[in-house]
């Protein structure tokens, strides 16, 4: 065995147990005294189950656009060099400083239908603000970060050889991409997804502002949640959390079990 | 195929990495790139290949002008130092990947190609290997893969990089001699890229010795090693020794003593280089090279002397038979056999031991003649 396994493993577990486990527990605890049937009740009432729904389909769709876009991103500031690279590459970290209330507000003003972009849009009939796309909109925008800042050692570690080798076999620009160097980054992308995700499961903060938050409509559920605190209803605000942290569990084992299989599969390393 | 390299010049931002370089290299050859780091043979090996352009000057393989294809185009077999397999492909896909990314036209069918590439991972000696990941081989094995990938394209011609550079010293010897056999099987035109003499002079049919992006000589390995046409080459390939000299009047004199060398037609300051094979040992009076041995050292077949010459106490390496026992600090005469003499001033202008001429021959007979030439 390595010499410290001992103390460092005590070490973790109580740290974890600290700062993570024993919260959740209680959580667990507070709605395990709810009771099933009464804790079955507030936990699929149909205005939990369609902010939950809200929720988790906004940071689905989120976290794959941030994946679209932010591969591009990564890729062009690892690979390029170009006058003001470093300005941009200081922006992608804005959306981690930016407390997210202030994110939301400017967001919200822009989208508005009287704001800049807003009222490009509402000619074409699109409305973002107040509205579930407003929430996709503030979810891409704190998950972009997430994507780009995995990807990037990963793009730079790429070996020049590998792409030149596909040349000399007489593989075009697109083919060396599809088969050579998005298959070597697809362990990153899928780790990329799964951080931008958990990340906009959990956003409240910038939402709330551009969201309008209409029950059945653009309520999300850790609005829920304290809507359900300030009506000092604990009751239905731990189930409403425990039921999140059910799925976002699950959700986030899954796609690690995925990441081990694509990093067996393409992460073979040299 | 043919490969024509005419004049070509190339620049990194306006840093010459080649200047106007030419080479005509014959179907079937197996040539070597010889030469230390930095002499611009990586270079050239990559603007064969169209991984870079020429900043000036052609390239032609057979009567086709290549140098303005790109390299997907070119069709050439390339073998990467680091081997550059594609880590998420097993070895099968690996080797399949050049047939399988043709366009559709001219892709043959799945079985055909699948069929390929185990043909050709039972050439390059690894069947059975087809489901491995390129990190489960071994440096040797990954090396044959990416040998059988490029193959697999039949190329028109076979480009390797430093193909043995990270591999240990006795797999280098095996996979050596089992290139030369592959090639002589194949019949590729193939060239490779080495800094190691003894590889090239062993591999290739043909050696072309570059220093500073330009091409020093080319030639067989006997011709490199026995008439080295430059002191570069001749400091670089084998052992070899050399001594500053002064020509005066024919007469080859180091440390102002006469050598017992002669030479015609070059006059003036010049270098003297000998192997230390090629040396004699001067017994008595009679004009030689005076050296101190200052050290000794047994070798499997003679004993390796280095002697310091003159006040300025150049050193000079020979081997003498096991016979002739040396002691530090004893002093010797030595007479090169073979040997070339490189004009200082231009070092185009040359004399060796054959093309001496008489007085030279007579020289090395012994005093006497000498004595009677100089009346």
Redesign the interface.
């Known amino acids: 065995m390595i010499p410290g396994f001992g103390m460092t493993l005590g070490f973790a577990l109580t740290y974890l147990a600290l700062i993570v486990l024993i919260p959740l527990a209680g959580l667990l605890w507070r709605s395990a005294a709810l009771g099933w049937s009464d804790f079955w009740r507030l936990a699929f009432d149909p205005r939990t189950l369609h902010a939950l729904e809200v929720s988790f389909g906004a940071a689905l769709l989120a976290a794959c656009i941030n994946v679209l876009f932010g591969v591009p991103v990564a890729w062009v500031l690892t690979r390029y060099r170009f006058p003001g690279r470093r300005v941009l590459d200081a922006m992608v970290d804005l959306p981690f400083a930016l407390p997210t209330a202030v994110a939301g507000i400017s967001l919200a003003a822009l989208y508005a239908p009287n704001g800049w972009i807003g009222s490009l849009l509402a000619p074409l009939g699109i409305k973002v603000a107040f509205t579930p796309l407003g929430i996709v909109v503030a979810l891409i925008f704190i998950g972009l970060p997430f994507v780009v800042r995995t990807l990037q050692p990963v793009v730079a570690e790429i070996?020049r050889?590998?792409e030149?080798?596909?040349?000399?076999?007489?593989?075009?620009r697109r083919?060396t991409l599809a088969?050579?160097i998005l298959?070597?980054l697809t362990p990153a992308i899928l780790t990329g997804f799964a951080l931008a995700l958990a990340r906009a499961v959990g956003e409240y903060g910038s939402v709330i502002f551009i969201a309008g938050n209409i029950p059945f409509v653009s309520e999300i559920a850790p609005l829920l949640i304290v809507i359900r605190l300030e009506e000092f209803n604990y009751a239905g605000a731990t189930a409403v959390a425990a039921i999140m942290l059910a799925i976002s569990f699950a959700m986030l084992l899954a796609i690690n079990l995925i990441q081990a299989w694509s990093r067996r599969?393409?992460?073979?390393?040299? | 195929m043919d490969v024509s390299i005419l004049d070509v010049r190339k620049d990194f931002d306006r840093f010459p990495a080649l200047h106007g370089v030419s080479l005509e290299i014959r179907s079937g050859e197996l040539v070597a790139l010889l030469g230390p780091s930095g002499s611009g043979k990586t270079t050239l090996l990559r603007l064969i290949a169209g991984l870079e352009f020429p900043t000036e000057g052609c390239i032609r393989f057979g009567e086709d002008d290549a140098s303005t294809r790109s390299v997907q185009e070119r069709n050439v077999g390339f073998v990467f130092q680091s081997y550059a397999l594609f880590r998420h492909m097993t070895v099968l896909d690996n080797i399949a990947f050049g047939l399988r990314v043709r366009p559709r036209a001219s892709r043959p069918p799945r079985r055909a190609i699948r069929a390929r590439a185990l043909e050709l991972l039972d050439l390059v000696q690894l069947p059975g290997l087809e489901g491995r990941f390129p990190s489960q081989l071994s440096g040797g094995q990954r090396q044959r893969v990416a040998l059988a990938r490029a193959l697999a394209i039949e190329p028109r011609i076979l480009l390797l990089d430093e193909p043995f550079g990270a591999l240990d010293a006795k797999v280098r010897k095996e996979l050596r001699r089992w290139l030369r056999d592959l090639h002589d099987s194949t019949g590729h035109t193939t060239v490779f890229v080495t800094h190691d003499q003894e590889e090239a002079l062993e591999l290739a049919d043909r050696v072309v010795v570059m220093s500073q992006g330009r091409i020093e000589q080319v030639g067989t390995p006997d011709e490199i090693y026995d008439a080295p046409n430059s002191p570069f080459v001749y400091g670089f390939i084998g052992e070899s020794s050399a001594l500053p000299v002064e020509v005066d009047d024919g007469e080859v004199r180091t440390a102002d003593r006469p050598t017992g060398l002669r030479v015609e037609g070059l006059e003036g300051p010049a270098t003297l280089f000998f192997r230390p094979r090629d040396v004699d040992i001067v017994e008595g009076a009679g004009p030689s090279i005076a050296g101190v041995a200052v050290a000794v050292r047994r070798r499997e077949d003679g004993r390796r002397v280095e002697l310091e010459v003159g006040p300025a106490r150049h050193r000079v390496e020979v081997e003498l038979p096991l016979g002739r026992r040396v002691v530090t600090g004893e002093r010797l005469g030595l007479r090169p056999r073979r040997w070339k003499l490189f004009s200082a001033d231009d070092p185009a202008r040359s004399v060796d031991w054959a093309t001496a001429g008489a007085g030279a021959a007579a020289a090395a007979a012994g005093p006497l003649p000498l004595a009677l030439e100089r009346q």
């Open positions: 070996d050889e590998i030149e080798a596909a040349a000399t076999l007489g593989a075009s083919q088969r050579v298959p070597s599969r393409f992460g073979h390393g040299s």
